[in-house]
């Protein structure tokens, strides 16, 4: 393009800048719909505008307008967009008639007046009681409207025909068989979900099925099966499923289960099912969801689906589906041969399974029993170990003297870690003797036993907290701290990928919009001032149950997620040594999994040498991402350092954003002695501070 041509071009903006009307913006929520439809995260829409990405989502909260210059490219931007991604839900130019759907559809908005009383045989009446219940509650506002999906991404039905659905929608379903079951959700029942990318495929419906409708369909109250968590092949209703020409997956019919027929040219035609009576909201995930009455269960399962994405599993296969959700592996491409369209793969994305390096294989895989023998145990020179921080140590003299422990726990510490973060998209390839570069991801052989530390602190090297010994495989994020520290740093050997991007972006938006949107919602912002911050953290979760279930699925998304992309094989009947069906995933990446907890440790460390640093303040304990201080207060405020009525720059600051605190905890010194004068030395205090008890289970997020 000739400078000539460039002037024109800056002439041109220069008056379509000034040509910008106040009004020629879209509203805030198409702005957003705008950039989801195309795949684009916040941070590449403000790189392209040379603004930060705060800036971006005030545009699209609608907190903020966009100011000259960047404003002309951004309507720019909107408008080509709004040409490719045209809204599903704008007029057409003649008022809309009421949707076809089913024989009976209720919209629970307000306690309908009383029924006078009759005589004769009385018919059950549904509205006026579940009206009255659900009027006070909190909703969630419904994106743009989809006609194919215009009831909601999903229904929990009960034995009595009722279906119930988002926004406190009921409707009326067969109750005759499973077979009839399917056909509804698939036809007049309009439920499903738009896709989250352009390239991706719309969310399946999902029946969530109570118990009352589990009795009426013939199903078990409990299933037999408790190891294959599934129904026996020859059960009366899977013959009902067989006999219309239905399938199921491998899995078989269980808590969760997919009942298909193979896709024809218009639409995919499959259903999903969750089981509640077996147990597939498990309650580490979801809470007592399975306890709630169906209209609020459906409320639960509905904001999270708006939120999140329509549940499809435990918590962590809905992690690591949304992964693909907004980043498909493929994407239609022109064969220039013969001008047909054709499946590619998408640039950024996991297009195809790879092999994993050796270290970063886990016990049991194929990669390590060719290399070793079995019951080998891997010396750190033959494993990759980036694991979350357990480490704890004695209190000084100094820390005894002070009355309190006080824990703080960072926020979607792993979701923070993965935001911004590079990552490896194609197969290893093995180096000796490399010269580090942290913009490759990859796992390096390094010696760090040379890099000490004061005591007082864990080393940010392994997740035990003790100096390494010798040369151990770490993922990049390590090795650039240990860079980023003033050491020097000389690989052995390496497993590098050089095709690399920020895969887990969109990922990391989706999972932070939905939690910033939750905590909204119970009563907690951004920018609250820091007492108030406290204040409202101490009593959220009493506001509205519903609403912090769903919180709690959210974070367990985020951990979930980032852990299936090492899942291990399961029983029944793998033996090591054995591929398991995981391993065929594009999404099988024990080596993003690995750089993502390192950056999470990382993340811990440098907050924490800050404080020590500046501030004199050392943790006695840390589990994943919970600190602990001594401090002369029982609130974080006691003890965090402030210059100038700030927190310390690069230090741990309270506030709701994913990365900054929240208080998790306060005991006593006392409290503290004693448990490590009851259970001795290997007591973290990091894992009980939350409760004060000793349980088995991990506190924290």
């Known amino acids: 393009m000739s400078d000539e041509q460039n002037g024109l071009f800056a002439s041109v903006d220069a008056l379509l800048e000034q040509a910008a009307a106040p009004d020629a913006l879209p509203a805030p929520a198409e702005r957003k719909r705008l950039r989801e439809a195309a795949g684009l995260s916040q941070d590449q829409v403000a790189k392209a505008l040379d603004v930060r990405r705060e800036t971006v989502t005030g545009w699209e909260a609608g907190r903020t307008e966009p100011r000259p210059p960047a404003r002309a490219a951004y309507i720019r931007l909107l408008d080509g967009l709004a040409d490719r991604f045209p809204d599903p ?31 004769g045989p009385a018919t059950p009446m549904r509205l006026p009681v579940t009206a009255r219940r659900l009027a006070p509650q909190k909703t969630v506002a419904a994106p743009a409207a989809d006609a194919r999906f215009a009831h909601g991404p999903l229904a929990v039905v009960d034995g009595d025909g009722a279906a119930y659905c988002a926004d406190g929608l009921v409707l009326d379903y067969p109750l005759t068989d499973l077979p009839a079951l399917v056909d509804w959700a698939l036809g007049e029942a309009k439920l499903g979900a738009a896709r989250l990318h352009r390239s991706g495929k719309d ?25 294959g968590l599934r129904l026996p092949d020859n059960h009366p209703v899977l013959k009902q499923l067989t006999k219309a020409q239905w399938k199921l997956t491998k899995r078989g019919f269980g808590p969760w289960a997919r ?32 306890q709630l009455p169906p209209a609020e269960l459906a409320r639960l399962l509905s904001t999270y689906a708006a939120r999140v994405l329509t549940p499809c599993g435990s918590t962590a296969v809905t992690g690591l589906e949304l992964m693909t959700a907004l980043r498909p592996p493929t994407r239609a491409v022109k064969d220039p041969a013969t001008g047909k369209w054709v499946s590619g793969p998408m640039p950024g994305s996991l297009s195809e399974p790879v092999q994993c390096a050796p270290p970063e294989a886990p016990d049991g895989h194929p990669a390590v029993a060719a290399l070793y023998p079995r019951f080998h145990q891997r010396t750190p020179d033959q494993v990759l170990d980036e694991e979350a921080y357990q480490w704890a140590r004695p209190l000084t003299d100094e820390e005894c003297m002070k009355p309190y422990v006080v824990g703080i726990d960072v926020n979607m510490a792993f979701a923070a870690a993965a935001n911004r ?109 820091e007492d108030q911050f406290l204040a409202a953290m101490a009593g959220y979760q009493q506001s509205d149950p519903v609403l912090a279930a769903v919180l ?54 440098r907050k924490m040498l800050k404080l020590a640093t500046h501030a004199g303040l050392y943790p006695v304990a840390i589990l994943s991402d919970c600190a602990v201080y001594a401090s002369d207060g029982p609130s974080p405020l006691d003890f965090l350092p402030y210059r100038d009525g700030k927190p310390l720059p690069g230090g741990f600051r309270l506030g709701l954003s994913p990365g900054m605190v929240k208080h998790e905890g306060t005991q006593s010194v006392l409290w503290a ?18 409760t004060g008890t000793v349980s088995g289970q991990d506190e924290g997020e």
């Not at 969310?203 to 408790?226: F, Y």
């Open 89 to 119: 839900a704008a007029p057409s130019g003649s008022m809309p008639g009421p949707p076809a759907g089913p024989s009976v559809i209720t919209q629970l908005q307000a306690p309908a007046p009383p029924v006078a009383p009759t005589t």
């Open 203 to 227: 969310a399946d419906p999902l029946i969530v099925l109570t118990a009352s409708a589990v009795q009426r369909l013939g199903l078990p109250a409990e299933l037999e099966d408790r190891r």
């Open 259 to 290: 009942v298909y027929r193979t896709a024809d040219n218009t639409r995919r035609q499959c259903v999903q099912f969750a089981v509640a009576p077996w147990g597939a909201l498990d309650t580490r995930s979801w809470g007592m969801a399975d």
């Open 421 to 529: 973060l590079t990552v490896g998209l194609s197969a290893p390839v093995q180096v000796h003797r490399p010269v580090f570069d942290a913009k490759l991801p990859g796992s390096w052989l390094i010696d760090l036993s040379h890099i000490r530390l004061d005591e007082r602190l864990p080393s940010p090297f392994t997740p035990h907290g003790e100096r390494p010994t010798g040369p151990a495989w770490y993922a990049t994020p390590t090795v650039a701290y240990a860079v980023e520290l003033g050491y020097s740093v000389t690989p052995l050997e390496a497993y590098l990928r050089y095709e690399h991007g920020p895969y887990l972006d969109a990922w990391y938006t989706r999972l932070r919009d939905a939690y910033i949107a939750t905590m909204a919602d119970l009563g907690v912002t951004p920018g609250m001032p």
């Open 552 to 605: 709690g699925a959210v974070k367990a998304t985020v951990k979930g997620g980032i852990g299936k992309l090492r899942e291990r094989a399961r029983s029944g009947g793998w033996r090591p040594g054995e591929a398991w069906p995981a391993l065929a995933r594009p999404t099988w990446r024990p080596d993003i999994r690995a750089a993502v907890i390192a950056s999470a440790r990382i993340n811990m460390h």
């Open 673 to 690: 002695e004693g448990l490590l004068e009851e259970h001795g030395p290997d007591v973290n205090i990091a894992r009980h501070i939350k």
